[in-house]
């Protein structure tokens, strides 16, 4: 598995973690780099770094375009894919919209439900769309 990959799950472990026990997802990373197993990787900080920095924007995207879908009844597993996707898309420059979101899609294949990558793929496509008009 590529490295970016299993970064993205780690993050993905964290971030759910977090969601699901109500604690601070940068608590909850910490815990896991100390603990150190499996190892978390530079990247996998970067992104639980990231969205936790820009959350609220990041919520704020979601809620927007997720056409009928509050933030709340999203899957938890979908909830963290797409704050991970959307992170990527706005402040990642050296990852390409498309890697970001089709390697969303991907882990939402994995790990979430049936209709999880349709619809990860829908909202996050959305939003590479218009991402100029969401960083100005």
């Known amino acids: 598995m590529a490295a970016r ?3 993205r799950k780690r993050a993905l472990e964290v971030l759910f973690e977090a969601d699901q026990r ?3 997802p940068l608590d909850v990373l910490r815990d896991k780099i100390v603990r150190a197993d499996p190892p978390v990787g530079e990247y996998a ?5 990231g969205v936790v920095a820009h959350q609220a924007r990041i919520d704020e995207v979601l809620s927007t375009y997720s056409m009928g879908w509050t933030i709340d009844r999203m899957p938890a597993v979908d909830r ?3 704050r ?5 898309i706005l ?3 050296d990852v390409p919209d498309h890697v970001a979101v089709s390697e969303a899609v ?3 294949q994995e790990l979430s439900t049936d209709e999880s990558p349709k619809f990860v793929n829908g909202l996050l ?3 590479a769309e218009l991402k100029e008009t969401l960083t100005a």
Request: proline letters at 4%.
């Open 5 to 7: 990959r299993k970064a």
């Open 22 to 24: 109500k604690l601070a």
């Open 45 to 49: 900080v970067t992104l639980v770094e």
């Open 80 to 82: 963290a894919v797409l």
């Open 84 to 88: 991970i996707g959307v992170w990527e």
């Open 91 to 93: 402040h990642a420059p």
């Open 106 to 108: 991907e882990i939402a």
């Open 125 to 127: 496509a959305r939003i």
